[in-house]
């Protein structure tokens, strides 16, 4: 018996090893000695320990094994595709969202990561293929056995520390394998419990990395103006203003451009939870925690928010999503921000569908009915609306393309084709929302704040990325054009067009327009700065980049393999290169600032 299973640990100890360097190939482009030790160390450790028991449950616990570290392999590489980051069981507390996202999983599905479960074909003639492999007769002593283990102990224990201060997830990743990630993951969630938490206005004020110059320029110009807020889906912001054979893709995004404060210098910096995530950033100016959607992360807490601050100035606040609430956990986030009230699925049905909800026509249609009994009852409002049809993986009905810009022949049948349909008819839905503002007499009468929530864009085939060269006209870059997504501001008294060249956030929106409508947010925490009174900004970014990663007014900052390295690319010019010791220093502060912002998180109060 014990035999049997050795060899049974052999095999899988084997073919896990090689499911974890495929895995890791393919996300890292290249593999390293000390990592691949480390690897296999992790691996060792649990096959030895497991063909250790004297029985057939070792079998078993083999066949779970191999089973749930081949599952494991492949969601790390789904994930990666996605999120370009790594996997860790954190996510596992959204898995009730896997069936609704199942779209999403199909479309990022690659055919040949099939080969990652084939071992279980062979396993079904174990009786057959254990008689023609070796070491039918391989056994440890029991003092080889716990010299085996304690080398193994001490191997992967020493890795985990040596690795445990490694800020980039890419390069602790390739130092530790999947495994050893989780193991890390734990460490560092296990030791923020008995950290101190509490953060005062004046430690935010000193690490602050981009104060506002004090000059409260156009502050109030919009008090006792409407607010309306539309977050839209997957938009990034090299549609603004793009043409395709003469044609604008987005002509009603550009259309309100000519009144407006623009900034084309801006980020998303949404982690796990995408949408969420942006909604909880805008409304909070709160910096993200990364691997966990906010709605989870501050379930259960009160969150000085901008609709709390609103409804203390007698704004009736609420937000509006054609989902149903329950996904993202948004009823409890909605709470936690304190809207007075949410719509989703229930109040808008499920005619005319597109993605997860209702098209943006029919959503938009809907909000405006709410926002006109809003005006029509004398209360001056916020509304936070979510638009969703332009969502991945960016199936248009045939019914919505004649709404869509044309696209020549070699767009057809891309991904990028796809997305920019998608993202047309988000347009086309916002134009004629604008118009029904217009009509109601609403738009004159509110400050009206645009942006994309996150990116949308993905490289599927060589025809994708010839597309993307063809639009760009230089090198796509993973974080300046990439995270790199549009935010518009429309002050009712303001009529001509401004381009503000001011680096900026999700983070910065509360502060800009808690300035603009005149409110005070002194006593507040805000982890944004006021993007109309600074021209000095810096951003810090993680999750969709690895943590570290910034960007200023003059380049991008991504962090290097070991945490005294990296390379910066310039704003203008895109020009490469290493990046000089002071860019490092201020990496550090970016991260030390963004750990404020996660102490401040878990200071937050419970709810009443
Ligand atoms: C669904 C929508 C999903 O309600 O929020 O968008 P995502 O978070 O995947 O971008
Ligand atoms: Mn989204």
Redesign the pocket.
Known sequence: MKERTSQLGLFVFLSLLLKSLYVKYSIMDELNIVGFLTEMAFLALFIITVSSIRNRVSSILLLILNFGYSILCLTTLLYFDYYNTIFTYKSLGEIDQVG??SD?IVALFKLQYIWLFFDFILLCFWPKLKRILPFSQLQLGPKLFGLTIAFLLFFTGTSLFSSSNIINELSKYEQLGIMGYQFSEAATDIQSIFSNNDISAETLEKNRHSPDNGNMRLHGVASDKNLIIIQL??VQNFFINLKINSKEVTPNLNQLLRSSYYFPHFYSQ?GK??????EFITNTSIYPLGGVPMSTAIEGKAVPSLPKMLEENGYHTATF????VS??N?NRLYQSLGFNEYYDKKYFGTHDIV???VSDEVMYKKTIEKLADFHRNGKKFYANI?A?SS??PFKLPDSKQPYTVPLPKEYDNSFVGSYIKSVSYADYAFGKFVEDLKRKGLYKDSVIVVYG??QGLQMKSEQDKQLVHQIFGRKYDSVLDHLNIPLIVKVPSVEKAKKIPTVGSLVDIYPTVANLLGLNISKQIVFGTDLLNTNKNQIGIRFYAPTGTFVNQSYRFSPGKTNDQGEILSLNGRKERTAPNRAIKEEKKIIEYMKLSDQYVKSLPKLK
């Open positions: 609704e996202i999403s889906e997957s949404v939870g995408n949408t969420s995530d942006a999503h054609a989902n149903s996904f993202w948004r993605s997860y909800g979510i969703l969502h991945f929530d996150h």
